[in-house]
């Protein structure tokens, strides 16, 4: 049976931790494998992207596999083949396919009619690879005090959010979401993550009020308020303003406390300038932390086609 990795459900609590285990022995050099030898993988990317796509091309070259990048604007799928073709042309070149889209059901479609693993490179409903990689940082930051922390995740309930509520339950965590009404997570994802969380022992608390979700935090975490392909608007982006990840909204922190982001960042939107620098050290150890668990999430699934 293939394997597939379109939410982070796809995987078990054990199988994550396993991830996250072999994550930390390939940074620090200890696993060297090229597990992709003679292996090669499509990036099939719709959307935009620089951290994302560039991790998983190293990510395949240092494995020892072949990256073959494939803009959906160059297939044959922008002048009107159906996708389930393509998955099943794809199929029968590549050894696994890693999709980028602006549709999670178009990714569902593609995954139900491909033989090989379908990997999550980013939907509007889920970013798991991103979240993956998140939690990895705070492993090798918190180590076994992980499941003791108080994560805040302070803004848009977008897919970032999403995946963070099922990251909660995956791993055990303790996760505050702090929302404007009217941009909550979907019932769906949060649903996903409570199920995990009563076998895992994590929590999750969503509030309007992001003082709360502040409040005492070891890590406070944020994403841009407009993702790709929606409307800026005025309203929302007034909406969202108490939700700024700023000096003020930090003091509420732990003395300690760790600034994360999944990059692009607005800078005077949803954090400003100067925490931002004062914790660019860290969110860009986040962004380099995506090639290493590029890395043990591809030597999980070759090791399980």
């Not at 796809?10 to 072999?22: A, K, N, Q, V, Y």
């Not at 995956?170 to 995990?196: H, I, M, R, T």
């Not at 409040?215 to 975490?221: E, F, G, S």
């Not at 990059?263 to 939107?269: D, F, H, T, Y």
Request: hydrophobic content about 40%; glycine content about 6%.
């Amino acid at each position: 049976m293939v394997r597939n990795f379109i939410d982070l459900w796809d995987i078990t609590p054990d199988e994550g931790w396993r991830i996250l285990l072999d994550t930390q022995d390939i940074k620090k050099g200890k696993d060297a494998q090229k597990y992709l030898l003679g292996r090669n993988v499509g990036l099939f990317f719709t959307k935009p992207s620089t951290r994302t796509r560039v991790s998983f091309e190293v990510a395949v070259n240092q494995l020892g596999g072949n990256a073959i990048y494939l803009a959906e604007q160059n297939l044959q799928i922008s002048r009107g083949e159906d996708l389930k073709d393509t998955a099943r042309t794809l199929s029968r070149y590549l050894d696994c396919i890693v999709i980028r889209t602006d549709s999670h059901r178009k990714l569902e479609e593609f995954a139900k009619h491909s033989t090989i693993p379908v990997i999550n490179a980013l939907t509007d409903m889920s970013h798991p690879c991103q979240v993956l990689s998140d939690v990895f940082t705070l492993y090798e930051t918190f180590e076994e005090d992980l499941k003791n922390i108080k994560i805040a995740y302070v803004g848009d309930g977008n897919n970032v959010c999403n995946t963070w509520l099922v990251a909660a339950g995956l791993f055990g965590l303790n996760l505050f979401v702090a929302v404007p009404e009217g941009y909550e997570p979907s019932s769906f994802y949060y649903q996903a993550g409570e199920d995990l969380c009563r076998i895992t022992g994590g929590s999750i608390y969503i509030t309007t009020n992001p003082v709360e979700a502040v409040r005492d935090a070891h890590v406070v975490y944020t994403d841009v308020w407009v993702s790709m392909n929606q409307e800026r608007s005025e309203e929302k982006l007034k909406a969202f303003m108490p939700y700024q990840v700023n000096a003020e909204l930090l003091s509420h922190a732990k003395e300690s406390v760790k600034v994360m982001h999944c990059l692009p960042a607005n800078k005077g939107e949803e954090i400003t300038e100067d925490v931002f620098e004062r914790f660019a050290d860290f969110i860009f150890t986040q962004a380099e932390n995506r090639l290493y668990t590029q890395k043990a999430l591809l030597k999980f699934i070759i090791n399980n086609l």
